[in-house]
């Protein structure tokens, strides 16, 4: 082969190494040069901005809250978007923001570029529909999704005390084989997605959806088991979801919530291997004893609870991390 034609496929090997991010960057760099408005100080300042991962949907993409933020993308926006799209090859922008501080913590994702955020995910053969700039969905939470569709709750009513757009409630439909779920949730755009979606998987006859506060619509006395996903706390509906456990026999609490693990991790012990901070055990425990006295105020008699398990979903950052208490409540038959 002559030395120049192995030159040339060396040269378009590398190219072809060049992740996405690096190309988006480089893409960008060149049209600042070419428009010949920003100095080369600038010019570095500004490809800091330019993501370097997002999240993907389809022909949408999702950016960092801190991408593209400085006021001088404002000069050739149309420009640097069609450019993000044409490397990327998709056909919207959306960026995130921080998570609305409202009672159901609403989507507060900003669209960009395209005409509406309503995307496509597909989650172990589960179709999920949503509008990003309304309503919440987290990639992070499929451990968990996982693990639910690997129970067997074909004998088993399910209350979702925070459905959301169904991330939960639909795989205890569909993998869990759950008998009848109560989903509640208070966010209108999560509930007509969840409407949607349980229609789309054909699971919509063995679901019941209450629209506003659980604390107000919940069932009460129909659940063997109970679902509750708010973060970081859901503990302003632990009498709910007392409440709604059936009164003879009990069931099981799927309780999440975001810990603060500031102290070093424990040793690894046989009997708590679960348990690798000290607030993780801490929390458990409080959690447990929490229930109990609940349950035997709210059922006028003593029950028993019981730690199953703890599951580490994500970690949110530094000392931060997003578990999920499993527990078992019994009445206790004197």
Same mark, same amino acid.
């Given at each position: 082969?002559?030395?120049?034609?192995?030159?040339?496929?060396? !040269?378009?090997?590398?190219? *072809?190494?060049?992740?996405?991010?690096?190309?988006?960057?480089?893409?960008?760099?060149? %049209?600042?040069?070419? $428009? /010949?408005?920003?100095?080369?100080?600038?010019?570095?300042?500004?490809?800091?901005?330019?993501?370097?991962?997002?999240?993907? #949907?389809?022909?949408?993409?999702?950016?960092?809250?801190?991408?593209?933020?400085?006021e001088s993308w404002k000069l050739f926006e149309k420009e640097v978007y069609e450019r993000?799209?044409?490397?990327? *090859?998709?056909?919207?922008?959306?960026?995130?923001?921080?998570?609305?501080?409202?009672?159901?913590?609403?989507?507060?994702?900003?669209?960009?570029? /395209? &005409?509406?955020?309503?995307?496509?995910? @597909?989650?172990?053969?589960?179709?999920?529909?949503?509008?990003?700039?309304?309503?919440?969905?987290?990639?992070?939470?499929?451990?968990?999704?996982?693990?639910?569709?690997? %129970?067997?709750?074909?004998?088993?009513?399910?209350?979702?005390?925070?459905?959301?757009?169904?991330? %939960?409630?639909?795989?205890?439909?569909?993998?869990?084989?759950?008998?009848?779920? #109560?989903?509640?949730?208070?966010?209108?755009? +999560? $509930?007509?997605?969840?409407? /949607?979606?349980?229609?789309?998987?054909?699971?919509? &006859?063995?679901?019941?959806?209450?629209?506003?506060?659980?604390?107000?619509?919940?069932?009460?006395?129909?659940?063997? =088991?109970?679902?509750?996903?708010?973060?970081?706390?859901?503990?302003? +509906?632990?009498?709910?979801?007392?409440?709604?456990?059936? &009164?003879?026999?009990? /069931?099981?609490?799927?309780?999440?919530?975001?810990?603060?693990?500031?102290?070093?991790?424990?040793?690894? +012990?046989?009997?708590?291997?679960?348990?690798?901070?000290?607030?993780?055990?801490?929390?458990?425990?409080?959690?447990?004893?929490?229930?109990?006295?609940?349950? +035997?105020?709210?059922?006028? =008699? *003593?029950?028993?609870? @019981?730690?199953?398990?703890?599951?580490?979903?994500?970690?949110?950052?530094? #000392?931060?991390? #997003?578990?999920?208490?499993? !527990?078992?409540?019994?009445?206790?038959?004197?």
């Open positions: 082969m002559p030395p120049t034609e192995t030159k040339n496929r060396s !040269i378009l090997k590398s190219a *072809k190494k060049i992740n996405p991010a690096d190309q988006l960057k480089q893409s960008i760099r060149n %049209f600042l040069i070419e $428009v /010949g408005q920003v100095s080369d100080e600038d010019i570095e300042k500004l490809i800091q901005e330019v993501p370097h991962k997002w999240e993907r #949907h389809g022909d949408l993409i999702v950016i960092p809250q801190r991408s593209l933020k400085d993000i799209c044409q490397t990327l *090859k998709i056909n919207r922008i959306a960026r995130k923001n921080p998570v609305n501080p409202n009672s159901y913590r609403s989507s507060n994702v900003e669209l960009l570029w /395209g &005409d509406n955020g309503i995307v496509q995910h @597909t989650d172990n053969k589960i179709k999920y529909q949503w509008d990003v700039t309304k309503c919440m969905f987290s990639i992070g939470n499929i451990t968990e999704k996982l693990r639910i569709a690997s %129970f067997d709750c074909s004998n088993e009513v399910v209350v979702d005390l925070f459905a959301g757009i169904g991330y %939960f409630v639909l795989p205890y439909l569909i993998h869990a084989k759950a008998k009848h779920v #109560h989903a509640c949730e208070m966010n209108p755009a +999560s $509930v007509e997605a969840l409407k /949607g979606n349980l229609k789309s998987n054909n699971v919509e &006859d063995r679901c019941t959806v209450y629209f506003g506060d659980n604390r107000t619509t919940a069932p009460t006395n129909v659940a063997d =088991r109970v679902n509750l996903g708010l973060i970081p706390s859901s503990e302003l +509906s632990w009498e709910t979801a007392c409440r709604a456990l059936k &009164d003879e026999t009990g /069931g099981v609490l799927h309780i999440h919530a975001n810990i603060d693990s500031k102290t070093p991790k424990t040793e690894k +012990s046989i009997n708590k291997p679960q348990f690798k901070y000290p607030e993780w055990e801490l929390w458990t425990n409080y959690a447990v004893s929490s229930f109990e006295q609940m349950l +035997s105020r709210l059922k006028s =008699r *003593k029950w028993k609870v @019981t730690f199953l398990h703890l599951e580490h979903v994500k970690s949110y950052g530094p #000392h931060v991390d #997003h578990v999920v208490l499993d !527990i078992e409540c019994r009445p206790i038959v004197m």
